[in-house]
């Protein structure tokens, strides 16, 4: 079986020569262990920081050892009763062919929803980390929100929740191509490309798709997208911090926003969101968000790149916005 292993802490932006790709043999199964086959990895912006040594909200990686992260696979040999060959399970063991796992690290899905990929996207990590977002501030009808890395695997599920939810959503995206995909396939009422105009600031760009403010911001990116939206938000607004991307491989801390004082005078509320606290709400997640998918009402966009040795240049195109919704990695 091959696994991609960390095998040096990355300083700035990741490189190939972090990682190595390294061949193990599998022991026989025990008494108790399931062998499953993983057929899709998922690579996220969440996994910079765990490449770091220090300590932070998730244990960092280990060097020498495989990548551990969100993976669907297929049971291909069983010695637990509550699993059967053939049976697909989603797990955190990550960038790896083959693995032996014990019943209470695997979460069985059905196979009935395709592709299986959707497991590691919309009925996955990410669409729970949007579903989330939702109640975190209690997104209503007649909010506006905006929402940055809009394209991106939580964003475009943010967007679609949203709309369902029947507010008025406003995305920011790194392409012209991004932008179309908000607004004709995720129903967005309003997109714009942050890198098309480098003249024009973001905050002017955010105030011509809001001219009356907005009243949520959805943050996947921090910088300069969270310093308009303070500049946008309306008294009262709220702010679901989810993610700062455009600061994961900065060498040296960014500065925070020059106008965070905008929070006191507009009595805004900034609230953290990590997902692994709404686990309780899987079930009920994967329920209603389950029917929405199936229905049609909800798409799971992907972008697909093939083979275990592509899994780092897929991860490392996460910061170069290569990916449309979810990045996944699909095993051969
Ligand atoms: P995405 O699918 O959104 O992929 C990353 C995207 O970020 C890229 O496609 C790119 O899109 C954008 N991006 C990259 N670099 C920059 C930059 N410097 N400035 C602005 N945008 C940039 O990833 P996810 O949906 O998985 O994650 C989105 C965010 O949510 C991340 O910050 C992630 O860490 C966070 N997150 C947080 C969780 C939590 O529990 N708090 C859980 C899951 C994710 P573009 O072309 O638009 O630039």
Redesign the pocket.
């Known amino acids: 079986s091959r696994e991609i292993q960390l095998i040096s802490h990355p300083t700035g932006m990741p490189t190939l020569n972090n990682f190595a790709l390294a061949q193990t043999k599998l022991e026989p199964l025990q008494d108790g262990q399931v062998l499953v086959r993983n057929l899709y990895i998922s690579v996220?912006?969440?996994m910079r920081g765990r490449m770091n040594g220090g300590k932070s909200y998730v244990p960092p990686f280990e060097l020498g050892k495989p990548m551990t992260g969100g993976a669907v696979g297929e049971v291909v040999e069983s010695h637990a009763e509550a699993f059967q060959p053939g049976d697909v399970v989603t797990s955190n063991y990550g960038w790896r062919e083959y693995f032996i796992a014990t019943p209470p690290e695997l979460h069985p899905v059905s196979r009935d929803i395709q592709p299986l990929s959707v497991y590691l996207g919309a009925l996955g990590?990410?669409g729970l980390?949007a579903w989330a977002g939702m109640y975190l501030v209690d997104v209503k009808a007649d909010d506006v929100i905006f929402i940055?890395?809009?394209?991106?695997?939580?964003?475009n599920v943010a967007g679609q929740l949203a709309k369902i939810r029947g507010c008025e959503v406003i995305g920011?995206?790194?392409?012209q191509d991004?932008v179309e995909f908000l607004l004709e396939e995720c129903g967005f009422d309003r997109a714009f490309d942050?890198?098309s105009s480098p003249a024009i600031s973001v905050i002017e760009q955010l105030n011509l798709a809001a001219l009356n403010g907005i009243d949520v911001y959805f943050d996947?990116?921090g910088?300069e997208?969270l310093e308009a939206a303070l500049s946008a938000l309306r008294v009262n607004g709220r702010i679901i911090a989810?993610?700062?991307?455009?600061g994961?491989n900065a060498e040296i801390p960014q500065p925070g926003p020059s106008n965070l004082f905008n929070i006191t005078t507009k009595r805004l509320t900034m609230k953290?969101?990590?997902?692994?606290d709404w686990l309780g709400c899987r079930a009920e997640f994967e329920q209603v968000v389950g029917d929405y998918y199936r229905s049609g009402k909800l798409k799971n966009k992907e972008t697909v790149v093939v083979g275990i040795d592509k899994a780092v240049s897929a991860f490392l195109g996460?910061?170069?916005?290569?990916?449309i919704?979810?990045?996944v990695v699909k095993l051969e």
């Open positions: 996220d912006p969440y990590m990410t980390t940055s890395g809009a394209a991106g695997a939580v964003g920011s995206a790194g392409s991004k942050y890198k996947n990116v910088g997208m989810c993610g700062g991307i455009s994961y953290g969101l990590i997902v692994g996460l910061f170069d916005g290569k990916n919704g979810k990045m």
